[in-house]
């Protein structure tokens, strides 16, 4: 019988929220990580989306979580044991030793890396780059074994342009638009061009020099929330994955549940 699981990807800027059936997202959407709330207020929100989507919550047998902040991973599997299992599944590189990691200490790789590595190679196998535009640019590198090799960690396009406007006292918040041509003639102009045109150029850059450690071509594929903004003017990259997080997330979590 196939199970209903609540998937949820904790990051540090937003939290995404799927209900899968098997392998089938039947519904998904996002909230902001800035908002502590308790177990009881995660199942008020739980239950409204699901409510919008059409799903009872009654549905849901199973859950697993992939989080990179502590705070909310104790309100969510709190949820979890007190509305809908017992044993929820907090990935990570212990809680999952099926999972291939050669990074120098496992526990350091964040659950949702492993979540893109382990999706990633389950669609495209390796090797694979999978850069994902988040609070951070992060890249992770799967061999065609399908081990997580390790990485690389950069500023994200809003971290960016929030620490310039933070930091300095003159220059604005912009958005992430790109202009037309490099050389800004307007302060705004001159900072979109860094952190558009400028973030293209270093993750096309990684990604070749990430490249050069491999005997062949990696693929590359891309995810995150800005994803879309950066891969139609990559030279490296087009393919974009909205939901390998949570796609990572109902892998793992089927995989766990075969024992």
Known sequence: MLKTLLAIDVGNTSIECG???????LTNWKLTSEVNRSSDECWQTVS???QQAGISTDDLDSMALASVVPAHSYS????AVERITENPLDISARSC???KIKYENPGQVGADRLCNAYAGFQKYKGPLIIVDFGTAITFDIVDADGAYLGGVIAP???????SLNQKTSRLPLVSLDFPSAIIGQTTIHSIQSGIT?????LVDG??????DEFDVQPKVISTGGY????????????QVEEHLVLNGIQLIFEKSDEK
């Open 19 to 25: 209900v899968f059936k098997g392998d089938n997202l």
């Open 48 to 50: 409204f989306f699901c």
């Open 76 to 79: 969510f599997l709190g949820m």
């Open 97 to 99: 030793p099926f999972l």
């Open 156 to 162: 994200g396009p809003v971290t960016s342009a929030r």
């Open 197 to 201: 045109w400028g973030i293209v150029d």
């Open 206 to 211: 990684l990604i070749g020099r990430i490249s």
């Open 227 to 238: 994803a879309h903004v950066y891969a139609p003017q990559s030279k490296t990259f087009r």
